[in-house]
């Protein structure tokens, strides 16, 4: 049972990038699934969340007209879209799968903004 994340590197201010996350040995169609962010030297924050039947997303601040987290449940996996990269976005993000069943954690994928 494990969630896998794909995607991350360097990326220019400005740009863009899609971060996914599959579920492996169990099926993410009840889970709430989550994307959090921990930048150098700081706490972990919560980016996004969006509910099992992928309906209804949440955002924080600085995440708002930015990021998109969507889901594909056929696919079991998760995705985070972020655009107009910000310097302040350089972190290592998570995929998290909650739900009454368990709570699990993707490996982490390390981002670095920067030109």
């Known amino acids: 049972v494990q969630l896998v994340q794909s995607g991350g590197g360097l990326v220019q201010p400005g740009g863009s990038v899609r971060l996914a996350c599959a579920a492996s040995?169990?099926?993410?169609?009840?889970?709430?699934m989550g994307w959090y962010h921990q930048a150098p030297g700081k706490e972990g924050e919560l980016d996004a969340t969006?509910?099992?039947?992928?309906?209804?997303?949440r955002y924080a601040e600085s995440a708002t007209g930015r990021f998109t987290i969507s889901r594909d449940n056929f696919k079991n996996t998760v995705y985070l879209q972020m655009n107009s990269m910000k310097l302040a976005d350089t972190a290592v993000y998570y995929c998290?799968?909650?739900?009454?069943?368990?709570?699990?954690w993707g490996q982490g994928t390390q981002f670095t903004v920067s030109s």
């Open positions: 040995g169990f099926t993410l169609r009840r889970y709430i």
């Open positions: 969006i509910n099992p039947a992928g309906g209804s997303a």
């Open positions: 998290n799968a909650w739900s009454v069943m368990g709570n699990y």
